[in-house]
């Protein structure tokens, strides 16, 4: 059975072209992202960059010495953004490769019948359709692997000393994550091709003898069962989406359009239908013959339809959603930068002596402690403050305990790490200095969070410059005197910028942090689904020739059959897109209101440019992927061919 899957492949081979590209250029992707991982699991700096350290005994633990690495949280972003984009990676080839493969099977209907017509049973032809799943599999697996064994270096490179790994990245051994790239393109092309297969295996000996293959007029009760528990998922995680989930609220924001895409393609033949009959009135209105035909068509062909749809709703949806989460996490982040500063002055770099004008100075002391526990030590920022001058100058606003005691081995901790590890005030917080020292920090208060001007933990100045001598200032908070003016006092201090322009400096930065991983995590999937746009749609207008020779046959003409085919595919487009905008704005909406809650005057950044650069991408591959085949056969065709 396998010898005969393998010459199917090799006679129909433009059939899984398609399939073969996608899951090469899958494999490739996921490949990238393994072996990137493996780097920065294998980075663990200099020798001098980790501590011997003792964690607590608890419940009758006996403590234990273990060894923490200092920087591994150097390239945790890094780690983080390459799981993510394995995930969108293997997401998408599920649905490139699942209506790939049920295009193939539709196309060799006969063929399949035929088969069944001289003897072969359906679990044999189920055999020899995953046969040719899995030699497409192979060898695109393999192909793919080897490509992004070539391209690691260089994506190693480019990542290197960025935001995201500020440190030196050296290639891994590749076998083991390439092994990995490897088995996950076998599943998924077996996962895409199940559904295909089980399909072929219901071709019955009388398709041999039909001409025209009718979709079933309902979808499966399987389907519908699984489709609405995949909506009542998406619904569920949408409700998780509110202020009080915290940082959470952004991979909330992130996968839930990956859980409606599932439910609403799973779901599509019965949503498809009534979206694109209003998306028809305009069309038919002003086109008349050719936009009622492109109505037809899709109105007659559910099943089609909701699959040419689905690589579109797919990356809309999620790019879609993606874009404007983090364009609101800037906003965000800036009022809050905003609302958390409130002196007038900011100095980059050493602090001010004492002089003229000048009231107090606010000189946070940033430092770096190993958080240990029970089974983990985490390497975590910290800040040692004058807790009397950093409440004037920026917003500490205690919700519990009493910052005026923050003296000695004492810390106040962020709302947030609060909400995280469950610190109240009087509890204490082990951890390891760089010097080495172990010490037991006492909470004597919860702050209010805010990011990008506090860390989640505040100790003594003097804690911290016992503990790390060679720190040095970075930024300083400075409250002028009374009567003195800002801009003056700015214009004599090296490094002083007012509070306004540094705080549109710290936002800038926090857009193109943001850029950056939007880049690298939507990039590739972005030119996955490009790809599978491309061939759901050629092979969608490659299995029409015998309907298009038919309408040439009955009097149409080429331009007709073209302006027909334009039209059926700004349909398709225009029901993806719907969907995917639908989906897009109900998830940004609901991470604004969770990240803007307590924050006042919050801008509003939209990036339209973006949002519809990705429609009019997405549009253009459709009509382009679907005139193009068509504008081939009919060059190619004659209406006696019908006949034939």
Not at 469 to 488: C, H, I, M, N
Request: proline share 6%.
């Amino acid at each position: 059975m396998f010898s005969l899957s393998r010459q199917t492949v090799r006679r129909n081979w433009s059939l899984y072209a398609g399939s073969f590209v996608a899951l090469a250029v899958g494999v490739f992707l996921l490949g990238l992202a393994a072996t990137a991982t493996a780097a920065t699991i294998a980075y663990h700096g200099p020798a001098s960059a980790s501590i011997a350290v003792t964690t607590l005994g608890g419940d009758g633990t006996p403590p234990e010495r273990v060894k923490v690495p200092l920087s591994d949280a150097d390239v945790s972003g890094l780690q983080t953004l390459l799981s993510m984009v394995g995930t969108l990676c293997g997401f998408i080839t599920i649905f490139v490769i699942a209506s790939t493969f049920a295009f193939a099977v539709a196309s060799r209907r006969r063929e399949l019948g035929l088969l069944r017509l001289i003897g072969a049973t359906p679990r044999q032809i189920r055999r020899m359709v995953l046969g040719e799943a899995l030699v497409v599999a192979l060898v695109a697996s393999l192909t793919g692997a080897f490509f992004a064994q070539l391209a690691t270096p260089l994506l190693l490179r480019k990542a290197s000393y960025t935001e995201l790994a500020p440190v030196k990245l050296e290639p891994a051994s590749p076998w083991v994550p390439l092994a990995i790239a490897v088995g996950a393109g076998l599943l998924v092309a077996m996962l895409g091709a199940r559904s295909a297969a089980r399909r072929a295996a219901r071709v019955a000996p009388v398709d041999a003898l039909r001409e025209a293959a009718l979709e079933p007029p309902r979808i499966g009760p399987v389907r519908i069962v699984f489709g609405v528990v995949f909506l009542a998922g998406a619904i569920a995680m949408l409700t998780l989406i509110r202020p009080s989930s915290g940082e959470g609220a952004v991979p909330l924001a992130m996968f839930t359009p990956m859980v409606l895409v599932i439910a609403l393609t799973l779901l599509a033949p019965l949503v498809v239908p009534p979206v694109a009959r209003l998306w028809a009135v305009p069309v038919v209105a002003w086109t008349q013959v050719s936009g009622r035909l492109a109505r037809s068509n899709v109105l007659a062909a559910p099943r089609r339809s909701a699959s040419l749809a689905a690589p579109i709703l797919a990356i809309s949806a999620i790019a879609g959603s993606m874009v404007l989460s983090l364009s609101f996490a800037a906003d965000s982040a800036e009022a809050t930068i905003r609302d958390a500063v409130r002196a007038p002055i900011v100095v980059t770099g050493a602090p001010p002596a004492d002089g003229p004008g000048l009231k107090a100075v606010d000189a946070g002391l940033p430092v770096q402690l190993v958080r240990v526990a029970v089974d983990y030590a985490q390497l975590e920022d910290a800040e040692g403050i004058d807790p009397a001058i950093a409440s004037q100058a920026r917003d500490l606003r205690v919700l519990s305990g009493d910052l005026g005691k923050l003296s000695g081995n004492t810390v106040a901790v962020s709302k947030e790490m609060s909400g995280f590890e469950g610190y109240r005030v009087g509890d204490e917080v082990s951890v390891v200095f760089l010097d080495r020292a172990a010490v037991k920090l006492r909470v004597v208060a919860v702050v209010k969070d805010a990011f990008g001007v506090n860390p989640s933990f505040l100790i003594p100045l003097d804690v911290a410059r016992q503990h790390s001598p060679a720190a040095q200032v970075e930024r300083s908070f400075v409250l002028p005197a009374d009567g003195t003016d800002p801009a003056e006092l700015v214009r004599r201090i090296p490094g002083a910028q007012l509070a306004t322009g540094w705080e549109a400096d710290q936002a800038v930065g926090v857009r193109k942090g943001n850029q950056l991983g939007l880049v690298m995590l939507l990039g590739p999937a972005a030119l996955y689904s490009a790809i599978a746009i491309a061939n759901t749609l050629l092979m969608g207008s490659l299995q029409r020739r015998q309907e298009f020779v038919t309408s040439r046959l009955l009097g149409a003409t080429p331009a007709q059959i073209r302006r027909m085919v334009l039209w059926e595919s700004a349909l398709v487009g225009a029901v993806a897109l719907s969907l995917g905008t639908a989906i897009t704005v109900a998830v940004g909406i609901l991470i604004r209101h969770a990240m803007t809650a307590g924050v006042a005057d919050v801008p509003v950044t939209v990036p339209w440019g973006v949002l519809l650069g990705i429609g009019a991408l997405c549009l253009t591959l459709a009509v382009g992927s679907a005139l193009a085949p068509t504008t081939y056969i009919l060059r190619r065709s004659q209406p006696a061919a019908a006949v034939e």
